[in-house]
């Protein structure tokens, strides 16, 4: 008995507790189903949401983060009370907010210049990567922004 190019010495193929030969569950094809001619990548477009997803998330947690630090600074004069409690967490609301717009806004921005990029250029490589970034930081410090 072989089962993947391991020898079952002493062993039955059948599993003991189901009854089942282990050899019809090895899988030498693909799980996913694509429709034909598909990659089996995600191209630029679809990892885009996941991008500016993830960038929102983070910069609300840093910004939280940050917040925080900031409201316990602001506030260390002052007992702690419900004002001081409020106060803090305006700071961490505030704060979060404000990262996660910034960097969410940037994530859409560098998404949307390399889509529009690999869809001008009709490629996928490195040079759609460094003209996005490059675009997205002329037009993030055009503004006028330190």
């Known amino acids: ?13 059948l599993s003991p507790y189901l009854n089942l030969d282990p050899r019809y569950l090895v899988q030498d094809t693909d ?17 885009a949401f996941f991008t500016i997803g993830g960038c929102c998330m983070t910069g609300a947690a840093f910004g939280a983060l ?11 004069n002052m007992a702690w009370s ?7 967490l305006n700071m961490v609301t505030r704060q979060g907010a404000l990262w996660a717009n910034t960097l969410g806004s940037l994530a859409l921005l560098y998404s949307a210049f390399g889509v529009i990029i690999e869809k ?27």
């Open 120 to 146: 001008t250029r009709g490629a996928e490589d490195d040079l759609n990567t460094i003209a996005a970034g490059t675009l997205t930081g002329m037009l993030y410090k055009s503004t006028g922004r330190v």
């Open 66 to 76: 940050n917040g925080l630090r900031l409201g316990l600074k602001e506030t260390q």
């Open 31 to 47: 799980e996913f189903i694509l429709p034909t001619g598909a990659n089996k990548t995600r191209g630029r477009f679809e990892l």
């Open 82 to 88: 419900k004002p001081r409690n409020v106060q803090i």
């Open 1 to 13: 008995a072989d089962l993947a190019g391991v020898p079952l010495t002493g062993m039955s193929p």
